[in-house]
């Protein structure tokens, strides 16, 4: 391939991804007629409604990645530790939720914990939201995952595990100190994720009827002209913010051990 | 309703203490993952009474129902075909085409980016980029003269959604490829010229050949990806175009198909799919790995 045609394609493609970004972008900034404002903005920061459903989502982005951190950083360490002949079976799990569609899953959610059911959660607005966060969880479960289990890989786990048990720790105390500290960019870089995926999630809240940020940009798009392209940049920003926070702490890191 | 049968108690307890680790791990997938999914597989297969039935799939062989998963199919294969092929280029362009080092980290974090960017956002992007005030249209009207809608197009339609799923598809395809193109050896190369091949024939006889199963391992697995994608389906068009996700989504808002077990066998279809083109995938990954490490 010549070089001609390999900037030639590279531009081309850059070009099908900067243009829908840059017309969202004009719209959102084109609410005043004759010239760009930021009109839309206001008009959605002001929206009491934007203010519920994001803190909404924020709320249940920091609890899913505290519950999914305390689900997988202990299950992970004692895989490599106890159980490693379990490792390919556990990590095949994990990667269940990108098969099975979670539409389908929040389906088997909605009929298996409905209110007749032996476990009656969507009976409740707080067994709703945990049965949400339970979901993103599970949406997440491949990422946070898989990021736990490769800083795990860069430490030596037993030796650690060993050497802080005869000083006299305890589980809790080499989870705590001794692993998590030393996983600890491995599982920020999944909780980002984390973070970005439950912000813009829409499926599973839209289904359980929570408030959440997804379905509430749907609702906008349905019912405003310039709104919906403000909160769809917000969103945008949101991601890349995340995705550029995961590169910030893992080059951070890079730099700490060359260090050393 | 019906109750589902719990799953065999471990023997191993007593025996080995170390299972007890893993258990509420095991304890929350087999709650919020395995059940929830086998509920929907088994009420697939039950009428409303609990007894076992096939009625639940047949009902599935009906004219609109069938449309429905065909134009899914149709939608999920193009956006992987395309999507392969111009993520392909695109990865080969930067890994092989002699371009700065320095494009390829900011290009990776941006597919890493992209590829996450799916949903509701995504759908108005391209409202405001190819809808019929958008950004592109109206660009395309006033300078050009070219009426889209005239020609026929219109995002609320098969090619505008397959437009639309290539802003995911694309970066997932470049993320996966470029590790595979990075494993192409330069001795590869250099043998094939030393015994006369020309650059068409050593990416017709050895670098083709060992991407393939990647190629179409990733294909696969892109399929799935456009199969299951629900938001951006429904922000796009409502309920104007009949895709599965759209009428499941429907069907478990509304019981628009006005029979709950042909809303647990739509669901199961679609597990179906996506779980065979992820069998596909994981086992041409596999195979890939044997010339790729």
């Known amino acids: 391939m010549t070089r001609a045609a390999s900037w030639a394609i590279l531009l081309l493609g850059l070009t099908y991804f900067i243009l829908p ?16 404002s930021f009109d839309a903005y206001v008009a959605v920061l002001g929206d009491p409604q934007f203010r519920q459903t994001f803190s909404y989502s924020v709320m249940m982005a920091l609890l899913t990645i505290v519950f999914g ?32 569609p979670a539409i389908v899953v929040v389906f088997g959610y909605i009929r298996l914990y409905n209110t007749s059911s032996w476990l009656p959660l969507t009976g409740s607005v707080l067994g709703t939201n945990l049965l949400l966060m339970f979901g993103y969880a599970t949406l997440s479960l491949p990422y946070m995952y898989r990021a736990v289990d490769t800083g795990l890989r860069t430490i030596d786990v037993t030796t650690l595990t060993e050497a802080a048990q005869s000083l006299g720790a305890g589980w809790i105390t080499i989870l705590g100190r001794i692993i998590l500290p030393n996983v600890l960019v491995a599982v920020l870089s999944g909780a980002f994720v984390t973070f970005a995926i439950v912000m813009g999630e ?14 509430y940009l749907q609702l906008m798009g349905a019912n405003k002209a310039y709104e919906p392209f403000a909160l769809a940049t917000i969103a945008f920003i949101i991601t890349w913010a995340c995705m550029g926070l995961i590169q910030l702490v893992t080059r951070f890191t890079k730099h700490d051990k060359a260090a050393r | 309703m019906t109750e589902q049968s719990p799953p065999p108690p471990r023997r191993t307890f007593h025996l080995n203490l170390n299972w007890l680790g893993v258990m509420p791990f095991a304890l929350f997938v087999l709650l919020f993952l395995v059940m929830p999914t086998m509920k929907i597989v088994v009420g697939a297969f039950q ?29 999920s294969v193009s956006s992987a075909a395309i999507g392969c092929l111009i993520g392909f280029l695109m990865a080969a362009a930067m890994v092989l085409g002699g371009l700065p080092r320095g494009l390829r980290s900011p290009l990776m974090t941006f597919s890493g980016v992209a590829s996450n960017f ?68 330069r001795e590869w190369r250099e043998a094939a010229s030393c015994l006369g091949a020309t650059g068409a024939q050593y990416w017709r006889m050895v670098a083709l050949p060992i991407l393939f199963p990647t190629i179409l391992g990733t294909f696969a697995l892109l399929f799935a990806n456009a199969f299951g994608a629900v938001a951006t389906a429904i922000a796009l068009t409502g309920s104007s175009l ?21 809303g647990y066998a739509m669901a199961f279809g679609m597990i179906l799919v996506t779980g065979l083109a992820n069998v596909v995938y994981i086992v041409l990954r596999m195979r890939s790995e044997r010339w790729l490490k």
């Open chain 2, 242 to 262: 009949n895709i599965v996700p759209i009428m499941l989504f429907a069907q478990i808002r509304g019981d628009v198909l006005g029979d709950p077990h042909l």
């Open chain 1, 21 to 36: 970004l840059l017309g969202m972008i004009e719209f959102s900034l084109s609410m005043r007629r004759g010239e760009y």
């Open chain 1, 69 to 100: 951190m305390l689900l997988v950083v202990p299950t992970a360490f004692w895989v490599r530790l106890k159980l490693p002949h379990l490792r390919p079976v556990i990590e095949f799990i994990t990667l269940l939720p990108l098969v099975i």
């Open chain 1, 202 to 215: 829409f499926t599973m809240a839209a289904l359980l009827n929570r408030p959440a940020f997804g379905p």
């Open chain 2, 118 to 185: 799916a949903g509701v956002p995504l759908a108005f992007a391209f409202l405001a980029t190819l809808g019929p005030l958008g950004l592109v249209t109206v660009f395309l009207r006033t300078e050009f003269g070219i009426n889209l809608r005239a020609m026929g197009f219109n995002i609320l339609s098969f090619w505008g959604l397959t437009i639309t799923y290539l802003f995911f598809q694309i970066p997932l395809m470049i993320l996966i490829v470029t590790p595979a193109l990075d494993g192409l050896k």
């Open chain 2, 47 to 75: 009428r409303p009474d609990g007894s076992f039935t096939f009625a639940n799939i047949a009902g599935l062989f009906t004219p609109s129902i069938l449309s429905s998963y065909w134009i899914s199919i149709k939608i």
